[in-house]
């Protein structure tokens, strides 16, 4: 079955770095595109970033451009989030998706189970 596991969250300082990795499942990762995802406390859930399927795409919110990098790595069915610059905004909690559909989208079905991202000094 279609599963999606986050790894990589952490504590870190601002100005600091990290990269999330979204390994999956059950698909063939280079055919759909994969979004991530964040939610912080006491808001909504916000697109981050999100790859194509069909060429390899990529698109980034205004809040995280020229800072974070989608990209992904068929070979070992990860998609990885390399994030610099962090700012205490950035706190939440990190989530990748799939709808199984080759041009990224705004409703996903296939979520994994998020990973925790900490920026405070």
């Known amino acids: 079955q279609v599963q999606l596991v986050e790894s990589g969250g952490g504590l870190v300082q601002p100005g600091g770095s990290l990269r999330l990795s979204c390994a999956t499942s059950g698909f063939t990762l280079d055919y759909y595109a994969i979004g991530w995802f964040r939610q912080a406390p006491g808001k909504e859930r916000e697109g981050v970033s999100c790859?194509?399927?069909?060429?390899?795409?990529?698109y980034s919110a205004d809040s995280v451009k020229g800072r974070f990098t989608i990209s992904r790595d068929n070979a070992k069915n990860t998609v990885y989030l390399q994030m610099n610059s962090l700012k205490p905004e950035d706190t939440a909690v990190y989530y990748c998706a799939t709808d199984l559909q080759r041009l990224c989208t705004y409703d996903y079905s296939y979520w994994g189970q998020g990973t925790q991202v900490t920026v405070s000094s």
């Open positions: 790859i194509s399927g069909s060429d390899g795409s990529t």
